[in-house]
């Protein structure tokens, strides 16, 4: 499985762009990395998914490098409502159900 | 539809005693988890299950037995609780494509003393 880290937190304003980074150096052909969203007291909510280059939904974008070592998530003009934590995760399309989450970053996001 | 219900959302138990926490989702989902969420330590896997009668471990499954008699229906229970079982428990469920996006309960926050 790889293994992913990314900052443990970070500081933001309303209106803001944040971007994200996790690094999973020893990513295989078949992953496909996956960012969640959590707030407190709920369960992580997906927000996005990519395999290579530049993935964007109505919420977020994702970036990935062509060695895919990397990517990076980037919420457009942060508001308050973003304040949550953001994992990322390494999913193998190849097998194996085993989906770890890491510690996450803690995104505060103030006025 | 309701997605992923989990009861109960809290409880307090005593050491010793047992307990079972249901997990159901509606979305006719092969893959049901359990994880443990604890202060700065993010998300840990106990048990999956990969269809219906399946069960496995995942990273912290000790102290921990899980049953999936029924497709919709995943259960975490906790034979003889310890303080060090005090957690909030997530549930989660996906299809059976591998990197199909995991749609997650609300939680139980369980207090062991």
């Known amino acids: 499985l790889a293994k992913t880290t990314q900052p443990i937190s970070m500081d933001s304003y309303e209106g803001q762009e944040v971007n994200i980074t996790c690094s999973h150096n020893?990513?295989?052909?078949?992953?496909?990395i996956t960012w969640y969203q959590q707030f407190p007291s709920q369960g992580p909510r997906f927000i996005i998914q990519?395999?290579?280059t530049k993935v964007t939904n109505e919420v977020a974008s994702l970036f990935i490098p062509a060695d895919r070592k990397s990517s990076t998530l980037s919420l457009p003009r942060v508001s308050l409502s973003d304040t949550a934590v953001y994992y990322c995760?390494?999913?193998?399309?190849?097998?194996?159900?085993?989906?770890?989450f890491g510690t996450g970053t803690q995104l505060k996001v103030e006025l | 539809n309701a997605g992923v219900t989990q009861t109960p959302k809290f409880r307090v138990l005593k050491t010793g005693q047992s307990m079972t926490l249901l997990c159901a989702q509606d979305?006719?989902?092969?893959?049901m988890y359990w994880y443990r969420q604890d202060p700065g330590m993010g998300l840990r896997l106990i048990h999956y299950?990969?269809?219906?009668?399946?069960?496995a471990k995942g990273e912290v499954p000790d102290g921990y037995n899980v049953s999936r008699l029924k497709k919709q229906n995943f259960l975490l229970g906790l034979e003889s609780a310890a303080p060090s079982q005090t957690s909030v428990y997530f549930c989660?469920?996906?299809?059976?494509?591998?990197?199909?996006?995991?749609?997650f309960g609300s939680g139980t926050q369980l207090s062991v003393l």
């Open positions: 020893n990513i295989a052909t078949n992953d496909y």
């Open positions: 979305m006719n989902h092969e893959y």
């Open positions: 990519g395999y290579k």
């Open positions: 299950s990969v269809g219906e009668g399946t069960t």
């Open positions: 995760l390494v999913v193998s399309r190849g097998g194996g159900n085993k989906l770890t």
């Open positions: 989660a469920s996906n299809r059976q494509v591998q990197n199909e996006k995991l749609f």
